[in-house]
């Protein structure tokens, strides 16, 4: 029940040339998201809020950053490794590359090992969502220090999942990224597609 699922590729999924419309910039979501912080969200109910919109342009013609792809990829990976996202993401990565400070939290589950930084945005999640601008108002308003910012640290992160609902450590990311750009993720035919599946937006 994919709009134009019948069109669309594991590889336009994973080069975010999909077409399909992205959950986080639904207004529905950002005011679910301000509304109940601590809800546990399923990959099933992001798609629901991602599906009731008609898909930005058809399959492969162009690039649009969305999250829609990452929590139907979460899914397949499920599907064809057979064993929930997490645990093959800790026996596929974390755990080879020796990340032992990252890992994907139960959907239940806001705990953030200490120590931790906070989190703080101004006005509610669409802001950040959708990376709206602030309206002039409220730009005067925060120099002003009349608006406060909102602690969104506890904010549950399982409406992003296999878009982004890992946590980790500097530490482990800089290990992350050093493993993946030498070629220590992917073998060398994944790799070199990889790098080559970058497409300018603009030909021009």
């Keep these: 029940n994919v709009p134009n699922g019948q069109n669309i590729t594991i590889a336009q999924l994973l080069t975010l040339r999909s077409g399909l419309y992205g959950y986080t910039d639904a207004p529905e ?3 679910a998201l301000d509304a109940d912080p601590a809800k546990a969200w399923t990959p099933q109910e992001v798609l629901a809020i991602a599906f009731r919109y008609p898909p930005q342009f058809p399959p492969g013609t162009a690039y649009e950053y969305s999250n829609t792809n990452y ?3 979460g899914l397949i990976a499920e599907k064809v490794g057979g064993q ?3 645990q093959q993401l800790r026996s596929r990565l974390f755990g080879p590359l020796g990340l032992t400070q990252t890992s994907l939290p139960a959907a239940d589950d806001t ?4 120590p931790y930084s906070h ?3 101004y006005g509610g999640s669409g802001y950040a969502l959708r990376d709206d601008s602030y309206p002039p108002d409220m730009v005067a308003a925060i120099k002003a220090g009349t608006l406060k910012p909102v602690d969104y640290t506890r904010q549950n992160p399982s409406y992003a999942r296999a878009a982004g ?3 980790s450590t500097a530490d482990d990311l800089a290990t992350w990224m050093t493993a993946l750009v030498s070629g220590k993720v992917f073998d060398a035919d994944y790799q070199k597609q990889w790098l080559n599946s970058l497409q300018a937006e603009d030909p021009a």
């Design 111 to 114: 705990s953030i090992p200490a």
């Design 119 to 121: 989190g703080y945005m």
């Design 165 to 167: 609902g890992a946590i």
């Design 71 to 73: 929590a139907l990829l």
């Design 29 to 31: 979501l950002s005011a």
């Design 84 to 86: 929930p996202l997490a």
